[in-house]
């Protein structure tokens, strides 16, 4: 009888794609609390091992895995945290869970675009230690977003569902990208600009890009210093986009006006300037998090690791180049 395959998940996957798994292969769990070490040492004699943003994958947990493995399976659509390189050489498919989590993340955007813009966690922190006095005109005065002009950095899946829901502020909107988003700009009249236009001339500048070497510190002290000074910046991309010191620095001396963040350079921790930030609402990775999307994410990611398993091609493959 040939040993039933091994599917590893290095920290957790969620019932609606671990009883698939379940189902029809041998399924090793390491729990979210599970250390780089037990991790390397889990995933030996995997043939699949399901990931997140959380787990480093490379040539030391490639090695740690052994020969046999055929498929890493992120659960998330960002694979910063994997070596494709490292992959490719050994031959091993990588897939991410794209479109699942488009909707939900787009529409945390939007929620932190609205909290920046109005100041609201900064507004609820207070009353929440009973510091509100009753209604106060010139108090917690924010920014309206109705015709403003939003920016979009990337104008990929995210971008573009942000982009739509925002529409309905009735401002224009700007966008950077490779290509030119036609659908985009027939049906939400978008303009592709260069990134020194966009962020001089929107009042909300969101980042939709991968968390490449490249886009590094995309956002940095000059990039900064060419926005408005009542500029919103929201990221829900990837920490590394964005030069967090910058950033504080920019919000300390009011240089722009607020920020709305997601993710951040080094999760889980939270650089400390950025934490007393005034004008920032701040979330920890929370973009993806809604039952439906979750739940889809984890069905995609069984998914594919039972294509691979059965020598079918992957719902959601990575292009390792
Ligand atoms: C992703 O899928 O890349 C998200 O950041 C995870 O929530």
């Not at 609402?281 to 809604?290: D, E, K, R, V, Y």
């Amino acid at each position: 009888m040939p040993r039933p395959n091994r599917v590893v998940i290095a920290r957790l996957l969620l019932p609606a794609g671990r009883d698939l798994l379940d189902e029809r292969f041998e399924v090793t769990e390491g729990g979210l609390g599970s250390s780089r070490e037990e991790v390397l040492a889990l995933v030996s004699g995997a043939d699949a091992i399901v990931t997140d943003p959380a787990v480093p994958v490379d040539d030391e947990l490639l090695d740690a895995a052994g020969p046999q493995l055929k498929v890493v399976a992120n659960f998330a659509v960002g694979f910063d945290n994997i070596d494709l390189e490292a992959c490719r050489e050994r031959e091993v498919t990588v897939t991410n869970t794209p479109d699942a989590l488009t909707n939900a993340t787009a529409e945390l955007a939007v929620a932190l675009t609205m909290a920046a813009a109005r100041n609201t966690s900064e507004a609820e922190r207070s009353m929440r230690r009973g510091e509100w006095t009753g209604w106060d005109p010139a108090a917690y005065l924010g920014i309206e977003l109705s015709g403003a002009t939003i920016g979009v950095v990337g104008m990929g899946r995210i971008g573009r569902r942000y982009a739509e829901l925002m529409q309905g502020f009735g401002g224009e909107i700007l966008y950077t990208s490779r290509s030119v988003k036609e659908e985009a700009e027939v049906k939400l009249g978008a303009r592709k600009v260069e990134l020194d236009r966009l962020l001089a001339e929107a009042d909300v500048i969101s980042l939709h890009l991968p968390g490449t070497p490249e886009n590094r510190h995309l956002i940095d002290a000059d990039a900064l210093a060419a926005m408005k000074e009542t500029a919103i910046l929201v990221n829900t991309g990837r920490g590394v986009l964005v030069d967090s010191d910058a950033l504080a620095e920019a919000l300390e001396t009011g240089s722009i006006w607020a920020a709305g963040l997601d993710v951040y350079e080094g999760e889980p921790d939270v650089p400390e300037r950025l934490l007393k930030a005034p004008r920032t609402a701040l979330l920890p990775h929370i973009g993806s998090a809604t039952t439906k999307s979750r739940d889809e994410m984890a069905r995609l990611v069984a998914a594919n690791v039972a294509a691979v398993l059965d020598d079918e091609p992957p719902l959601t493959p990575v292009d390792l180049g």
